[in-house]
Nanobody, 126 residues
Framework: VQLVESGGDLVQAGGSLRLSCVAS????????MGWFRQAPGKAREFVAF????????DYADSVKGRFTISRDDAKNTLYLQMNSLKPEDTAVYYC????????????????????WGQGTQVTVSS
């Protein structure tokens, strides 16, 4: 699976952005997907997750209520709608896929993922 993110930009605090992640290959619908982010000098951190069956979701506490993860399996595309952005949301955002048919519980850990995109920069000014 190859993943390509887009949609990152410079935005003022309180603004919104929608990130997209397009996956190559077939069977996108059988992959759970996650979003992570990494700020300069910090470890990569979990942002959001969506399962491959039923589409249930989970979020980091820091983004809950502000960010929404979704997927369009017909378009092989994952989204992250980000509202009420804060300067501390500034980071490179990555989409990632764990192994096919993943049903595990450790989806908040980078080690659970086999495939990563190249990242897209989100900068929130105060």
């Amino acid at each position: 699976v190859q993943l390509v993110e887009s949609g990152g930009d410079l935005v003022q605090a309180g603004g919104s952005l929608r990130l997209s992640c397009v996956a190559s290959g077939r069977a996108f619908s059988t992959y759970a997907m996650g979003w992570f982010r990494q700020a300069p000098g910090k470890a990569r951190e979990f942002v959001a997750f969506i399962r491959w069956s039923g589409g249930s979701t989970d979020y980091a506490d820091s983004v809950k209520g502000r960010f929404t993860i979704s997927r369009d399996d017909a378009k092989n595309t994952l989204y992250l709608q980000m509202n009420s952005l804060k300067p501390e949301d500034t980071a490179v955002y990555y989409c990632a896929a764990p192994p096919q048919y993943y049903n595990g519980s450790y989806y908040d850990r980078p080690i659970a993922y086999d495939f990563w995109g190249q990242g897209t920069q989100v900068t929130v000014s105060s």
